[in-house]
């Protein structure tokens, strides 16, 4: 495995001047509206607002303007066209509504910038409010027939230009400049006889008509254009690089960082890429995020996920590369399943055990196992096979630092935890072995073996209450040998467990229902994001389906980065 140093191009540019430009209230580069630092999505998402910003106020700047000099046309209408039209009126109109423009642009130029939906709000007030001014003005010349008309025409297209947007919210914005002019007379004719009058009149009508159809198809081709534009933004952002990866599509966002799919060209492969949040790069989740590599690096077992590639990019952003998964957490296929049958889960949580007994061997303890921690995919078109995932803070057992964090804190997650991990006692392989049986627990019942509403409150659960036994949990039988395996592996003290996953592995591979499950045949398989969405397909980029995990090329298991 080489570790790299890459350049991020365009996308470290873009990153690095959204970073620079100045944020919202209560928020700074490395910090979140959950108190958390910025993530690499949130980032360019901010960069895509600060961009609408400074075309609505290009767009509201330049309309303001011509809405001024249109003033000109005013006088020639009252000058050749009709002299019964009264200016000042049209003019208190006019430059009267000269003030939401000016007021919007002042606000657009003020620092901090306006969120996304004051940037709606303002674009709304001032272009629906042109869009019907040229409707009010109208009033005085030709009403329903007026060539104003072409007015909410130009204020669409400025619509458009300030906000390439996907088509359902273009036809909510630009929607609603179009149908302003049809729905301003509309509300009028109760209150002006001028326009009930014309509305009764066939001539008039259909000139309406056509002036309003005409908008409408300015509208229409204003919404599909900028769905268009939009669309090439996103292919734009999804080309983005991180080192030689091409960024497809983010399937987890975590604790440290995120998970994406990404593509490698020269490969013509898909592979999973984990990135450390830029905020945390130099920090102790840095050590950790190589800690993690090197421990998943080390390993060869096929039911642990497989290291390929781990770099830094010039814009300091931590990732590596790693075979892309496709299928789903235990978590979710428990929660979905409401627990599995035993010889399922038995199969399912005896591979994990023997990926940790290679861990274990060599001296690494994951320390964070957990359904979410343990995915289950296929090979070779057979299902239920698990890949343990996330070495995120795998230690070794002769490592001084036990939690890495600098601030005393527990690592890991408080339902799946051994009693002594929770305490910040000394963790080995017996504090793994719980977490397997607890996660073996959950599958059999489709709860946690403790539960409770404060991280505190389950900790000290671990602690000091009773396990109740996973059969008193489900309908569905559990064998007695079964239950006593996670029952052993849940003791309290580590002494009356298994002395490491090895064992464990050993005693389920023994059990009554060792071998009984026999895993699906996959035909297609479907990913799942972190919302439970389907993510891709499994078709590559070459338009075939494919039925198997394929395993990456031996030859880019390389060593372990260079400290
Ligand atoms: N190699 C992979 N292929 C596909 N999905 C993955 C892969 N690794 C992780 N994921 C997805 O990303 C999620 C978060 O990854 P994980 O390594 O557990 O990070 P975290 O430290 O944020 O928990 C996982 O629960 C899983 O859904
Ligand atoms: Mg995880």
Not at 269 to 275: L, P
Request: charged fraction near 20%.
């Amino acid at each position: 495995m080489l570790r790299t140093r890459t350049t991020g191009g365009d996308s470290g540019e873009r990153a690095r001047a959204a970073a620079r430009a100045p944020l919202p209230p209560g928020r700074e580069l490395g910090s979140s509206t959950g108190g958390g630092p910025l993530t690499r999505e949130e980032l360019l998402e901010r960069e895509e607002h600060l961009a609408n910003v400074s075309r609505l106020r290009l767009v509201l700047t330049l309309g303001a303007t011509m809405w001024c000099l249109a003033g000109v046309l005013d006088i020639a209408v009252k000058r050749w066209v009709d002299p019964s039209v009264d200016l000042w009126w049209m003019w208190e109109m006019r430059y009267g509504f000269v003030a939401v423009f000016v007021g919007a642009i002042l606000r657009l130029r003020r620092r901090p910038e306006p969120g996304p939906a004051q940037l709606a709000a303002i674009s709304v007030i001032t272009l629906v409010g042109a869009a019907t001014f040229c409707a009010v003005l109208s009033l005085q010349y030709a009403g329903i027939t007026s060539p104003y008309a072409h007015g909410v025409s130009c204020v669409a297209v400025g619509g458009g230009m300030a906000r390439p947007a996907h088509w359902k919210h273009g036809v909510l914005h630009i929607g609603a400049i179009a149908l302003s002019w049809p729905v301003f007379f509309l509300c009028a004719a109760p209150l002006s006889p001028y326009i009930a009058a014309q509305l009764g009149d066939p001539a008039a009508l259909s000139v309406f008509a056509i002036n309003t159809v005409l908008i409408m198809v300015t509208a229409t081709l204003l919404i599909a254009g900028g769905h268009a534009h939009w669309q090439l933004r996103r292919q734009v952002y999804e080309a983005r690089s991180i080192g030689r990866y091409r960024l497809k599509r983010r399937i987890a966002r975590g604790g440290m960082g995120e998970v994406w799919r990404a593509y490698h060209p020269a490969l013509r492969h898909d592979v999973a890429v984990k990135i450390l949040r830029a905020a945390e790069a130099g920090s102790s989740a840095a050590r950790r995020f190589e800690r993690e590599v090197t421990a998943t690096a080390e390993l060869t077992h096929p039911n642990t996920v497989r290291v390929l590639d781990f770099g830094v990019t010039d814009d300091g952003l931590w990732f590596y590369a790693m075979e892309l998964l496709e299928g789903e957490t235990l978590a979710r296929l428990v929660e979905r399943e409401k627990g599995l049958p035993a010889a399922r889960a038995v199969h399912i949580v005896r591979q994990a055990a023997r990926a940790m007994a290679e861990a274990h061997g060599r001296g690494i303890v994951h320390r964070d196992l957990k359904p979410e921690n343990l995915f289950v995919t296929s090979l070779g078109g057979e299902g239920d096979f698990v890949k343990v995932i996330d070495f995120g803070i795998a230690k070794g057992l002769t490592d001084v630092d036990a939690g890495l964090t600098g601030d005393g804190k527990v690592l890991g997650t408080p339902l799946y935890m051994a009693p002594e991990q929770g305490e910040g006692r000394a963790v080995d392989a017996r504090s793994d072995v719980y977490a397997l049986g607890a996660a073996l627990y959950f599958a059999l019942t489709g709860v946690p073996p403790f539960a409770a509403t404060s991280s505190v409150a389950i900790l000290t659960a671990h602690l000091h209450h009773a396990l109740v036994p996973p059969s008193q949990r489900t309908d569905r039988e559990i064998p007695e040998d079964v239950e006593q395996i996670v029952v052993r592996a849940l003791a309290k003290l580590p002494a009356d467990r298994f002395a490491d996953a090895g064992e464990l592995a050993e005693a389920l591979g023994a059990c009554s229902l060792a071998g009984v499950w026999q895993p699906p045949r996959v035909g297609t398989l479907t990913a799942h994001d972190d919302e439970g969405e389907e993510v891709d397909d499994v078709s590559n980029d070459r338009g075939t389906v494919e039925v198997e995990v394929e395993t990456p090329a031996p030859t880019l298991r390389q060593r372990p980065p260079e400290r």
